[in-house]
């Protein structure tokens, strides 16, 4: 089953807009983690955080957390034909069930 | 250092028959878990080896299985192939057991006839 759920499905921009994508969970959390999958390959970790922080940077991410609303966002500024891709969220819950629960995922499309 | 590798890339078997995948984790990781992705469930988390010992499995039959060696290496098997099985079966390894930032293979692509 899928901890998460991401929204949109799908997104499609301009290059140099910023995209946001939304993930929601269901249960408490270790912490949070956004990955991205490139056409059917194997996916690199972006960014973590942890459930005790409310916002990060990486770059040109920006990640927000919000415990009490079960809730993060993926910002990615001035966006480029490159970030074309699929982007999940991924939790990791507490105590002893210590398993990455994957997000169903946002099909970023960067329009050049 | 090299990423984490997965061999094969693909895969095509038929019902019945069984498979066996491999992953060669990042020298150091001592960490490898296993996961399922198909387009209708998404990713799905299989198992995780740490120190050769099976610390987390999750919703799959017993046909799916792994093991990992001394040198961390892992490999999973599944018997008796259903055609649901054809999937991207992607591995990734970390430094210790606790699952933060993971590092993933490319995958084996397996498709079930």
């Known amino acids: 089953s899928q901890q998460g759920e991401e929204d949109p499905q799908a997104l499609s921009i301009q290059e140099g807009e910023n995209a946001t994508m939304n993930c929601s969970y269901k249960?408490?959390?270790?912490?949070l983690q956004w990955y991205r999958q490139n056409s059917g390959r194997g996916l690199v970790h972006l960014i973590l955080?942890?459930?005790?922080?409310r916002e990060k940077h990486s770059g040109r991410l920006r990640v927000t957390l919000d415990t009490s609303k079960k809730s993060s966002s993926l910002l990615i500024t001035a966006s480029r034909a490159a970030d074309t891709a699929s982007y999940f969220c991924?939790?990791?819950?507490?105590?002893?069930?210590?398993?990455?629960?994957f997000g169903s995922g946002t099909q970023l499309t960067v329009l050049p | 250092k090299a990423g984490v590798t997965q061999t094969p890339r693909y895969l095509i078997k038929t019902r019945g028959q069984q498979v066996t995948l491999s992953c060669s984790p990042i020298?150091?990781?001592?960490?490898v878990s296993w996961y399922q992705q198909t387009p209708g469930q998404g990713l799905q988390f299989l198992f995780e080896?740490?120190?050769?010992?099976?610390?987390n499995k999750g919703n799959f039959p017993g046909r799916f299985s792994g093991r990992q060696f001394s040198n961390s290496r892992s490999e999973m098997n599944v018997s008796t192939l259903e055609l649901g099985d054809s999937a991207l079966y992607l591995c990734?390894?970390?430094?210790?057991?606790?699952?933060?930032?993971?590092?993933f293979g490319p995958g084996t692509r397996l498709l079930v006839l």
């Open positions: 080896y740490f120190s050769e010992t099976q610390r």
């Open positions: 249960t408490s959390i270790n912490n």
């Open positions: 955080i942890r459930s005790n922080e």
């Open positions: 991924a939790t990791l819950r507490s105590g002893s069930a210590r398993q990455l629960t």
């Open positions: 990734a390894s970390s430094v210790f057991a606790d699952q933060e930032t993971q590092y």
């Open positions: 020298s150091g990781h001592r960490s």
